[in-house]
């Protein structure tokens, strides 16, 4: 037992080293505390994107799904390899986008291109409320593995608070650079911990192939979809696939993520990398299904990874492991934390509080923004309980929203103000009345997301064809932007001829 | 502006499309079966870890190529 208290103690203080000596290195500035001056490098940005997209719910309800609900969750191969490609093809251009015209929240980009108070107020809503909820799962995350590692001394609630504790103190004093070095850690914890995890574990049942072989022969169904409830089909693999993926990209701590990358041509490996690692999510497979075999009457699925440590790995590799577990969840913490402070300060602070607020005064509110958002995580995560993957998922949905709006301001001069805010509106609205008010939560199977992002789509594409746009100056500055991206990175696409000339080309 | 789509662009973003019709699309029921086993594992699992990896290398061969467009001295500069 003492040595999984220092463990866990270890834990708790190595970030905040890694946090106070990150400060050093800080300017003092706005762009600095938020987006790392823009100068992010290689190394960094892969795990800092890497931790933060992999959270709680990858690490803990991955498993958990596998164990109640057969293999929907396999489909996550293929969401992290959809992230990878939306990180080049969206996030590059947002990036360039970014800085540009120096952004640093959703709501810039958005409210610059479509030019409109309300519509970047929606936003700034949007990814707060949903984002929410997102960070109440890490904390639940976390605090359980603590609770389990510990044998109860640290209860959930008070591992629960040390949790955010920690993040508060070295978000407050390293800003994004602190997260992003901690975050090199966590993803190196992380990746480790899921796929010892799952070979460890499994080897219990004689392994991997002896695994399959048992459970085909005893609970098939938690082999094919739609699983041992019946409830896992088509609908759902391809709901997640798409709301879990475009969700999380759409989260605000993915976008301060695309404006703090120093060089374009990180984007383009960026894919590759993250396809590659979705390969620990077999570790995933093996734990949950050796828990289906050996645990099967847990009554909660959340806790099936911990569980299955304890009982089954000698103490102190089950506690680092369970260390790696509460990294996942705190290294998407953090940067939620940091990332939902950011939009407070930048688009309500400053924007219409006290445009004047000088470089100190906005890191202040950037800081104190962090202490109240943790608080309401905190509270929550006390008070509403839920599976994490059902209460991360819901959230995911509301997020994803947005990524209508923006492959319209990327992409489509004709993208018209009005579309994108009833598109919003609509959007969100069916998200919130499937999930919470309609009597059938998933019509033909697919996730109110996608219902949604349907809906969202449709009112986007009819308003915007409808609709005529009359800020010709700013539709010009953006299609001029556009062009210039296109002649930097894919300049087969070009013909070099003025910035005039494709303007008019892209109107049609 | 003329539209190029390099014969390389066309086959990796052809190729992705492939793997991604083949993960996601309702063919994936065709594939939902525990059996053949390969190697010990369900044919479902398998199915997903081929596709995976050939989008996966598909990515990397991407990045070598610059996803099928020219290479560019202005962002190479900016690493």
Redesign the interface.
């Given at each position: 037992m003492t040595g999984s208290i220092l463990i866990i103690a270890a834990f708790m203080i190595i970030p905040l080293i890694v946090g106070l000596v990150s400060s050093r290195q800080s300017q003092g500035t706005s762009e600095d505390f938020f987006v790392q001056g823009r100068a992010m490098g290689s190394v960094a940005v892969f795990f800092t994107v890497a931790a933060t997209w992999w959270s709680a719910f990858a690490f803990l309800g991955s498993n958990a799904t596998f164990y109640t609900s057969g293999p929907v969750y396999l489909t996550a191969l293929a969401w992290n390899l959809l992230f990878g490609f939306m990180y080049y093809w969206i996030g590059k251009r947002v990036w360039y986008l970014g800085k540009r015209f120096n952004y640093l929240t959703p709501s810039d980009l958005l409210g610059d291109f479509y030019n409109s108070e309300a519509l970047r107020v929606l936003v700034a809503v949007i990814t707060l409320v949903f984002t929410v909820p997102y960070l109440q799962i890490q904390l639940t995350g976390g605090a359980y593995l603590i609770e389990v590692a510990s044998g109860g001394v640290v209860p959930f609630w008070l591992a629960a608070l040390l949790f955010y504790f920690i993040i508060i103190v070295y978000v407050w004093v390293g800003g994004i650079r602190a997260i992003a070095w901690t975050d090199v850690i966590y993803g190196a914890l992380l990746f480790f911990g899921m796929m010892f995890a799952g070979y460890y574990i499994s080897s219990h049942v004689g392994g991997p192939t002896e695994l399959f072989a048992r459970l085909a022969s005893t609970s098939p169904q938690h082999l094919t979809m739609p699983g041992p409830n019946g409830n896992m089909g088509y609908g759902m693999w391809f709901s997640l696939f798409m709301i879990v993926a475009i969700g999380a990209f759409m989260g605000p701590q993915i976008w301060l993520r695309m404006y703090s990358v120093k060089s374009g041509r990180l984007f383009n490996l960026m894919p590759f990398l993250l396809g590659l690692a979705a390969f620990a999510y077999f570790g995933s497979v093996l734990t949950g299904y050796t828990g289906v075999l050996l645990e099967p009457s847990l009554e909660n699925a959340d806790q099936v990874l911990p569980v299955m440590l304890m009982n089954y790995a000698p103490y102190l590799l089950a506690s680092l492991i369970m260390a790696a577990g509460a990294a996942a969840a705190m290294s998407t913490a953090n940067s939620q934390i940091h990332a939902v402070s950011t939009v407070v300060t930048m688009d309500i602070y400053q924007r219409y509080v006290n445009r004047d607020a000088s470089q100190s005064r906005i890191v202040l509110v950037g800081r104190l923004s962090l202490v109240g958002f943790s608080l309401a995580a905190y509270i929550l995560a006390l008070t509403v309980p839920g599976l994490l993957v059902t209460i991360g998922i819901a959230a995911l949905a509301g997020t994803a929203q947005l990524i209508v709006p923006t492959i319209g301001a990327i992409t489509w001069r004709r993208a018209h103000p009005m579309a994108a805010f009833w598109g919003l509106i609509g959007g969100t609205a069916c998200v919130l009345w499937l999930t919470y008010g309609a009597s059938v939560s998933n019509p033909l199977g697919l996730h109110a997301g996608i219902w949604g992002l349907i809906l969202n789509s449709g009112l986007f594409v009819v308003l915007s064809l409808a609709l005529k746009r009359h800020d010709q100056d700013v539709v010009d500055r953006f299609a001029d932007a556009r062009a210039d991206y296109t002649a930097e990175y894919h300049p087969e696409q070009c013909d070099g001829e003025s910035s005039t000339f494709r303007r008019t080309s892209q109107a049609q | 502006?003329?539209?190029?789509?390099?014969t390389r662009?066309l086959v990796i973003y052809g190729g992705?499309l492939l793997?991604?019709i083949m993960?996601?699309s309702?063919l994936?029921?065709v594939a939902?079966?525990?059996e053949p086993?390969i190697?010990?594992?369900?044919f479902?699992?398998v199915w997903?870890?081929v596709?995976?990896a050939f989008?996966?290398v598909l990515?990397?061969v991407?990045?070598l190529t610059?996803?099928g467009?020219?290479s560019?001295s202005?962002?190479?500069r900016?690493?």
């Open positions: - | 502006m003329r539209k190029t789509f390099t662009k992705l793997g991604f993960l996601e309702p994936i029921l939902n079966q525990v086993m190697m010990g594992v369900p479902l699992f997903n870890l596709w995976w989008l996966t990515f990397l991407a990045y610059n996803w467009s020219k560019v202005r962002s190479r900016d690493d």
